[in-house]
């Protein structure tokens, strides 16, 4: 169980959260303009990395703030949390 | 007292008897004995037999590792428990207990025929055997095996006991009160860190506070007397929270760790008085220090699963702690020093011991003082049988070879009472690997020890690999210096006499004369594989350690592999010429010691398992006897029976009273959200299929909101309260989701958005009032509002007052009737209700609940999300198409919607099934298929609703078909187990297509 840092409230249980899949996934401003498989590539296509991966988290039993998260899916540490609206900061 | 109770001890208080049953015959221990303490006082021994030979088997150990004393305690009572350890129950008044996996009983078990075919019985033999004839499987083979498989009894009633649960942060956990976690926690607490302390024990001070010999000594005291002064100065420390009888369960990652504490186990069932029995600790640490001992290992030879067999620390343990000889004619066979503790022991308390040592010499102290005392050592021999039906009384010795693999000379018999074997120490690194943290080998004692990385806990003492007593203190107190960051403590000088060495001749299995197939060598006592299953299995092909345990079932049984798993794996490397730490091991998974259901779900049981949300007229509805559904959390009016009146004939009723005259239903449940902000119209025009940007203030739309693949997610009306506010209803189990996907969208996507989003849901309750005489119900309740349907047409919404108390009225429908919605807050809800129903009286206005609700929805094709939808359906598969804009230039979904395969024509759609026989009603969930003579019979489609509509007066269902817009009036077929019934495709509207009703 991890301890997450919300960027909003501060630490706080994982049983707070919810995991929302990989982050910077930007939903096309024209999708109309999209073939079949571009469009796919949006909807379903998501990495299921071991190791470090970009994650969209909401603190859903608390602020119900979105925010991103770095986290390494085999040992869990957590690298970095930041503001949906802010760039994921250099390792 | 007992003639095996030979020793005065500070632990058990021999003033106290305590009366017990064991397996229905009665015996007296003392207060401070486990069950398995007291039962060896008595002379038992034989607790138990095998699961799968059935072979007699006796007390082994004193703790958690125990694999063959457990027992089903106080059978035929509510608080029965099967699976205990009799080594770690403490001993009450009036505990009763008995033997497990044996009948009749342990003395004379049935299955024991098992221990003679066992040579057809070998590794596998289920997945080998019950294979064929298939026609064996159900009558014999299945029975057979439920009847002999399982241990203990489950018990039959609820839990009657209470459960807890709590949570705790600290600065450090300290795991274990043995001597490495007893200077933990005292450097912790003395430099003002909050720490807490946990032991599964009733009493700290692991298997030093019985050491009480010349052989070690701590600042010149022994070092049980120096570990007792060292407990009273901790207990006076006021950071320090010490449990006792609480033992971790799992250590999850973030230094997040579970523990369960027993708070009532020990005490008599009279003395309980119904208060907590368990509690589950929650504690989240910032470090953590793990001091969670070893376990001594077992030898791995011919028939080393007798009664009295035992481990060696565990005999002393008995002798020093409890004061119980487990014989009289004591055989202790070792391949280390520190039997020969157990050897001093017993031969300072005038008992008989002699010693066999697979070793060539050890010069160690401790040996010495043994042969001082005059024990007697057979150097450089291994057992290779013992003897005894239900309890040891002999072994044969031979010789080892030179090289330690075969047996050589002649055998000769020592006659014994009891044989105590050691085999060397195991660090128990459960916790560490828990934690995520790896292990390394150490080739010198062939031990598996944590590789600490990761800074968020350190292992001390033991359970590092640190056996001997300098080495325990010393390296515990550097190492807990280092990671608290403490300069200097009181542990930094401190003299230490230890007596014995890490010396060890190392061998897995032992040889023997006997041909190795006809060797019964134990590995895993409880599921009785032998080291003959294990090279059977490398023989079969298995190579993975993973795949080992499961094939032969080594390691699988209660005690998890405590005592089992190493040598396991050492016989695999052997057999396998590897080196056992390039095998790994296999995975320590929580809990650490079995967990009861009752800790693990506390409080949340019965009426606090989920959260039960009622309406403000929920009381109204009881009164009146409604049958209750769950909806989501909700409990929402199923039906209203009238005397004895059953579902069907309920919702009979109460159809047909919402089409002729009025019907009444509480609609609070349904989801509303409070949307505004500038953008609040553009936000409804991008989550929604139809267009908003045109809907006047005051009126209301049906909307649908798809996923990003085009399917259909929810439904619901929204209401324009003004320029900047709507007010939007969702499906009542969707109503948190919805909320969840809007939040996500506005926060990630579309930010700029200017839009407030509040759940309202539980703000206001809603009644809502359908049937040709609602308009004059809706007038009784609100005289001086004009209904006319110029003044309030379908669609629309006003506000009205009741007394003084604003509402919201809505002119929409539900079923396809004249219908409206009175929304008020809260708690005004139950009176609106019962306002509505005295107005409604005159109109013989009927209450109805959800099932009536669907039965006319049905009758107008009026989908219900999530029962004619399932998650692969788009609007237009519904025959919904009139709803999906085409100027929008977005909307969530919409680019799915002409995908590939979301344009197929051959995709299930929604359509009307009429049974060719009217009174036939379908089966919801019933397959359909067009044509049975193909086989195998293509599964066109499925039925979504059914009912048989009192309004039309026979049966009517929805159903999703594949290309099914295209067979209107085509026959098909719904295949029943002892009929198909024949049905016709229809149109999914099947009352009023004109929307006449609607203004009637």
Redesign the interface.
């Known amino acids: 169980m991890f301890l997450i840092n919300c960027p909003y409230c501060g630490e706080r249980d994982q049983s707070e959260f919810s995991c929302g899949g990989e982050a910077h996934i930007v939903r096309p401003k024209q999708p109309t303009e999209l073939s079949d498989d571009q469009w796919a590539e949006y909807l379903f296509m998501r990495k299921n990395i071991k190791g470090v991966q970009f994650e969209r988290w909401n603190h859903t039993h608390g602020c119900r703030k979105w925010f991103n998260m770095i986290r390494d899916t085999s040992n869990d540490k957590i690298h970095a949390v930041y503001k949906m609206n802010e760039k994921p900061p250099v390792e | 007292m007992t003639k095996y109770r030979v020793n005065k001890t500070k632990q058990v208080d021999q003033t106290k008897t305590v009366s017990f049953d064991f397996d229905g015959k009665s015996y007296y221990g003392f207060e401070g004995d486990t069950l398995a303490s007291a039962l060896l006082s008595n002379g038992v021994h034989l607790v138990g037999r095998s699961f799968k030979y059935h072979r007699p088997r006796g007390i082994m150990s004193c703790g958690s590792e125990e694999p063959n004393a457990i027992c089903q305690i106080n059978e035929d009572t509510d608080l029965t428990e099967p699976n205990v350890r009799a080594t770690e129950i403490e001993l009450y008044e009036g505990l009763k207990a008995s033997s497990q996996n044996c009948w009749p009983s342990v003395n004379f078990d049935i299955g024991g025929i098992n221990n003679f075919i066992s040579p057809f019985i070998p590794a596998g033999f289920y997945y080998k055997t019950f294979m064929w004839p298939k026609s064996f499987w159900k009558k014999i083979y299945e029975p057979l095996i439920r009847w002999s498989a399982g241990l203990g009894k489950s018990p039959t009633k609820p839990d009657p006991e209470l459960y807890d649960h709590k949570h705790v942060h600290c600065d450090v956990l300290i795991i274990g009160g043995g001597i490495s976690g007893i200077i933990a926690s005292k450097i912790a607490a003395k430099n003002n860190l909050k720490t807490i302390l946990i032991e599964d024990k009733n009493i700290l001070g692991g298997s030093t506070i019985f050491q009480k010999n010349e052989n070690y000594k701590i600042n010149d005291k022994y070092s049980g007397g120096w570990i007792d002064e060292e407990i009273a100065e901790l207990k006076k420390l006021d950071n320090l929270t010490i449990k006792t009888r609480t033992s971790l369960a799992a250590y ?5 760790l579970l523990a369960k504490e027993n708070i009532s186990d020990h005490l008599p069932l009279d003395k309980r008085n119904g208060g907590i029995r368990q509690r589950l600790w929650k504690i ?1 640490a910032d470090k953590v220090i793990v001091a969670t001992g070893a376990i001594e290992r077992p030898l791995v030879f011919n028939n080393n699963d007798r009664p009295g067999i035992m481990l060696s620390n565990s005999v002393k343990k008995y002798l020093d702690f409890y004061g119980v000889t487990c014989g009289f004619n004591n055989l202790i066979f070792t391949n280390n020093d520190s039997a020969y503790e157990t050897a001093v022991s017993l031969k300072e308390k005038g008992i008989s011991v002699e010693m066999i040592d697979i070793r060539k010499k050890s010069n160690s102290k401790i040996v010495k003082n043994a042969e001082q005392l005059g024990v007697k050592i057979y150097w450089n021999s291994t057992v290779v049988n013992t003897f005894g039906l239900r309890k040891i009384n002999s072994v044969e010795i031979m010789n080892l070879s030179e090289d330690g693999s075969n047996v050589v000379g002649d055998k000769s018999r020592i006659n014994c009472d009891c044989l105590a074997i050691s085999g060397g120490w195991t660090p128990m690194v459960h916790m560490h690997t828990q934690s ?1 943290g790896k292990l390394d080998f150490r080739e010198i004692d062939q031990t598996f020890i944590p590789n600490e990385i990761d800074k968020n806990h350190i292992n001390v003492g033991s359970c590092n690999g640190d056996f001997e007593l300098e080495e325990i203190i010393n390296n515990t107190n550097k190492k807990v210096k280092n990671f608290l960051k403490v300069s200097e403590t009181e542990f930094d000088n401190i003299s230490v006499l230890n007596s014995k060495e890490l010396n060890k001749r190392n061998i897995w299995l032992l040889p023997n004369f006997i041909s190795e197939g006809k060797c019964k060598s134990f590995i895993d006592f409880q599921n009785d594989s032998t080291a003959k299953d294990i090279k059977l299995a490398l023989r079969e092909g298995f190579k993975s350690i993973e795949h080992v345990k499961r094939y032969t079932t080594t390691g699988m049984a209660t005690d998890q592999g405590k005592l089992s798993n190493m040598h396991a794996l050492g016989i695999i490397a052997d057999t396998a010429g590897v080196k056992m730490g390039t095998l790994g091991t296999t995975t320590f998974r929580p809990p650490f010691t079995p967990l009861t259901f009752g800790s693990i779900v506390g409080r949340s049981v019965g009426n606090f398992f989920d959260i039960i949300r009622k309406t403000s007229i929920h009381e109204w509805h009881i009164q009146n006897k409604a049958k209750f559904e769950n909806v989501g959390q909700w409990k929402r009016p199923w039906y209203y029976p009238i005397n004895d009146e059953g579902l069907h004939d309920a919702v009979q009723r109460e159809s047909k009273a919402a089409r002729d005259s009025a019907g009444i239903l509480d609609a609070s449940t349904l989801g509303k959200i409070d949307i505004q902000g500038t953008d609040a119209s553009e936000f409804l025009n991008r989550v929604y299929t139809n267009a908003w940007s045109k809907l006047e203030i005051g009126k209301c739309r049906y909307g649908l909101m798809l996923n ?2 085009g399917m259909v997610y929810d439904d619901g009306v929204t209401t324009r309260l003004g320029e900047n506010h709507y007010l939007m209803t969702t499906t009542t189990g969707g109503a948190a989701n919805v909320l ?1 996907k809007l ?2 969208y506005l ?3 579309w ?1 700029e958005l200017d839009v407030y989003l509040t759940s309202v849901t539980d703000h206001y309750s809603t009644a809502s009032i359908c049937g040709p005489n609602s308009k004059k119900i809706l007038k009784k309740i609100f005289p001086d509002k004009d209904f006319n349907d110029d003044a309030f047409p379908h669609m629309s919404y006003q506000n009205g007052k009741i007394d003084e108390t604003n509402c919201r009225i809505m002119r929409i429908s539900f079923t396809g009737e004249l219908s409206y919605e009175i929304n008020i807050e809260s708690k005004y809800g139950k009176s609106l209700w019962e306002k509505c129903i005295e107005a409604g009286k005159e109109f013989k206005i009927t209450p109805y609940g959800t099932e009536t609700m669907h039965l006319l929805r049905a009758e107008k094709g009026f989908i219900i999300v999530g029962q004619d939808t399932d998650g692969t359906m788009t609007p237009i598969d519904l025959q919904m198409d009139w709803i999906v804009s085409k100027k929008k ?2 909307f969530i979904g ?3 919607l002409y ?2 395969d979301t344009i197929r024509e051959d995709r299930k759609q929604l359509v009307g099934l009429l049974t060719d026989d009217p009174n036939e009603i379908l089966e919801e969930g019933a397959q359909i298929v067009s044509d049975m003579s193909k086989k195998p019979v293509e599964m066109i489609g499925h039925v979504t609703s059914s009912y048989f509509s009192p309004n039309l007066n026979k049966s009517i269902a929805l159903a999703v078909v594949k290309s099914g817009k295209k067979m209107n009036g085509q026959k098909l077929i719904v295949p029943m187990e002892n009929k198909n019934i024949n049905v016709t495709v229809s149109d999914s509207v099947f009352l009023d297509k004109e929307n006449k009703r609607i203004n009637a």
């Open positions: 999850h990652s973030y230094n997040y989240r995520g990003e693949d969840s939040e996500d926060q990630t996507e930010p230039y977005d919409k680019r799915s995908r590939s």
